[in-house]
């Protein structure tokens, strides 16, 4: 599985756009990019998944440059319950099986 | 729809005792993971289960034992705890993968201390 590297913390102020880089040079053509998200005390919860370009759910967007080797996690206007670990995670082939593996992740803290 | 349970919640041990942590999927998921986090730190692969009578080591195996009892449940077992061992321990499963879909999905997690 490629390694990622993320901040370890980011602070923002309520209501901004906050956005999370991972860095992940060895990344193989067919691995795609998955964040989590972790509040204290409970377990992860995906956020968003993607290849390549952009991809835009109801909670983030996620960006991605077309040489994939690093991807950005965007959460619009973020407000004190978006306080919570986000994790980068890189992997998956074609087809098969593909087992979670987690880094440290950034610690976003929300300030009113 | 429960997801994935973890039971117990919380338990302390004392070092050398054994004890199982149970966990179990209600969603036909075939891959389940246990993973510990220390405080403070990222989630670490202790062992997996790509399918039903199957199981793999992942980074931090030692002292654990696992076995993947059907395709709901997947137990981990602390045959002589350590100090060391004291974490949260969360299980996860997801589905065989597809091209779009890798999410995975987590208990709660068990706060185990062991004194």
């Known amino acids: 599985l490629a390694k990622t590297t993320q901040p370890i913390s980011m602070d923002s102020y309520e209501g901004q756009e906050v956005n999370i880089t991972c860095s992940h040079n060895n990344i193989a053509t067919n691995d795609y990019i998955t964040w989590y998200q972790q509040f204290p005390s409970q377990g992860p919860r995906f956020i968003i998944q993607?290849?390549?370009t952009k991809v835009t759910n109801e909670v983030a967007s996620l960006f991605i440059p077309a040489d994939r080797k690093s991807s950005t996690l965007s959460l619009p206007r973020v407000s004190l319950s978006d306080t919570a670990v986000y994790y980068c995670l890189v992997g998956g082939g074609s087809g098969g099986y593909q087992k979670v593996t987690f880094g440290t992740g950034t610690k976003l803290q929300v300030i009113p | 729809n429960a997801g994935v349970t973890q039971t117990p919640k919380f338990q302390v041990l004392k070092t050398g005792q054994s004890m199982t942590l149970q966990c179990a999927q209600d969603m036909n998921h075939n891959s389940m993971y246990w993973y510990r986090q220390d405080p403070g730190m990222g989630l670490r692969l202790i062992y997996y289960?790509?399918?039903?009578?199957?199981?793999d080591k992942g980074e931090v195996p030692n002292g654990y034992n696992v076995s993947r009892l059907n395709k709901r449940e997947f137990s981990l077992r602390l045959e002589s705890a350590a100090p060391s061992q004291t974490s949260v321990y969360f299980c996860?499963?997801?589905?065989?993968?597809?091209?779009?879909?890798?999410?995975?999905?987590f208990g709660q997690g068990t706060r185990l201390t062991v004194v």
């Open positions: 993607g290849y390549k």
């Open positions: 996860a499963s997801q589905r065989e993968k597809a091209r779009m879909n890798t999410e995975a999905f």
């Open positions: 289960s790509a399918s039903e009578g199957t199981t």
